[in-house]
T-cell receptor, first 107, second 114 residues
Framework: KNEVEQSPQNLTAQEGEFITINCSYS?????LHWLQQHPGGGIVSLFM???GKKKHGRLIATINIQEKHSSLHITASHPRDSAVYIC?????????FGTGTRLKVLA | NAGVTQTPKFRILKIGQSMTLQCAQD?????MYWYRQDPGMGLKLIYY???????DKGEVPNGYNVSRSTTEDFPLRLELAAPSQTSVYFC?????????????FGSGTRLTVV
């Protein structure tokens, strides 16, 4: 069993739908990082959070430290949101990465 | 700022050849990392560095070497390339420990070993 598990692995949605991607981890962490990998391969940071909730535009990330679980929500999804979303658990010197959730939003 | 710059973007190597993947950052970050990403797999840490002159192995270091002579540069050396090293390689840097913010990735190097 991986130390960081994401679900679902693949997700197809219609434009406008509310999307949730889940991340569970089994290790102690200082923070959890959500990343977006574009179809061209580049990786950008979306959120880093150690408690509660963060919001940026249509993206919302939450974390429950006691349950070792985080979620990334996308409201009013759009085809440009199509990407791979990766969660990463921050340890002392390194991250442990999930395998990613491949999201495709259809127009 | 350029951020994290990786070169080359693409490379094809023959089995047994060697090469160096270059990574440079201009953000004065202390921490630098090399990852490989295989299809359908999460990013795996190859090596990392917490400052100039200090490097340490990650999860998958075999077949690779690194050096960190300056804060800015963190090259990854592949000796005797093997097909198993076909992957996309990402360099990243951060100011402090993971979770401390400022984590920035390079654009990746796609390496094929034939």
């Amino acid at each position: 069993k991986n130390e960081v598990e994401q679900s679902p692995q693949n997700l197809t949605a219609q434009e406008g739908e509310f999307i949730t991607i889940n991340c569970s981890y089994s290790v102690g962490i200082s923070a959890l990082h959500w990343l977006q990998q574009h179809p061209g391969g580049g990786i950008v940071s979306l959120f880093m959070l150690s408690s509660g909730k963060k919001k940026h535009g249509r993206l919302i990330a939450t974390i429950n430290i006691q349950e070792k679980h985080s979620s990334l929500h996308i409201t009013a999804s759009h085809p440009r949101d199509s990407a791979v979303y990766i969660c990463a658990a921050a340890g002392t010197y390194k991250y442990i990465f999930g395998t990613g959730t491949r999201l495709k939003v259809l127009a | 700022n350029a951020g994290v710059t990786q070169t080359p973007k693409f490379r094809i190597l023959k089995i047994g050849q060697s090469m160096t993947l270059q990574c440079a950052q201009d953000m004065n970050h202390n921490y630098m990392y090399w990852y490989r990403q295989d299809p359908g797999m999460g990013l795996k840490l190859i090596y990392y560095s917490v400052g100039a002159g200090i490097t340490d192995k990650g999860e998958v270091p075999n077949g690779y070497n690194v050096s960190r002579s300056t804060t800015e540069d963190f090259p990854l050396r592949l000796e005797l390339a093997a097909p198993s090293q076909t992957s996309v390689y990402f360099c990243a840097s951060s100011y402090s420990i993971p979770g401390g913010g400022g984590y920035t990735f390079g654009s990746g190097t796609r390496l094929t070993v034939v």
